[in-house]
């Protein structure tokens, strides 16, 4: 997913299974969405165990990506576009 | 479920998803399985890191135990391809050792309308079976990193089919 190493982000948390992310979104994201392994973010498909959480503070995008090698991580991009695409194309679960 | 029936009759097509190399095992595994199903003339297409790649195009540089009809590909282009839906496979074998190849099979499992098969391997393969096993995929296991026999044996279980 070289396009998402290509943004500014922050690394929350690492080494985190699909669940642990889910709780730290659930907690820490005003607005929470759900979406099925294979939905686009930042034009990437995104790797992970159902049900994958992605969370939204304004324009921020809290999510997870997952790297072969090195596991999942749990990042946060600031992107007004991004965050309307998934705002428009996911599964609301909080707002 | 017994191995030898998660695969129930003969595939068209299969994938080999590999992930991180950093288990010996995989890439002797990955080869030996990609030459048996080419036997049995099922179209074969190998998905996987650059280091994965690279450790089987050096090994099989004539393509003998590789000859893939839908080439060696990146992992991230395999996946694409299948979200776009432009790609599938009748079985796809995803080659697990850490909880991100869960993570992979777990995706493969929505975006596929064929069979996944995780080829579990490692010095975790209980925690990696008890997380693939609470995902609903078929899991084939052995324990270790360096003895690819007791793999070998299980691969060959899992591509025995009725028809």
Known sequence: MGCIEKLKYDVIDKHISFKEAAVYIDKNCPEVYEVKPGFKIFDKAMIGIPPVRIGLDGDVVTFPFTKPCYGTFLLRVSDPAEAELIRKNA???KK | MTDQKI????????????GCPMVPIQTSAAIYLSAILHKKEIDVTIGGTKAARALIEMADV?????????GILDVDKVIETMVDGTFDADVS??????????????????????????????????????????????????????????LKRKIDEVVSWDA
């Open chain 1, 91 to 93: 599964k609301t679960i």
């Open chain 2, 7 to 18: 695969i129930q009759t003969k595939p068209n097509t299969a994938l080999l998803l590999l």
């Open chain 2, 62 to 70: 004539d393509r003998i135990y590789t000859e893939c009809a839908g």
């Open chain 2, 93 to 150: 074998f995803v080659f697990v050792h850490n909880n991100a190849g869960v993570a992979y099979a777990a995706t493969l499992q929505t975006l596929s309308a064929g069979t996944i098969v995780a080829v579990v391997f490692g010095d975790e393969t209980m925690l990696r079976t008890n997380e693939l096993t609470e995902i609903g995929c078929p899991v084939i296991a052995a324990q270790g990193s360096h003895n690819p026999l007791p």
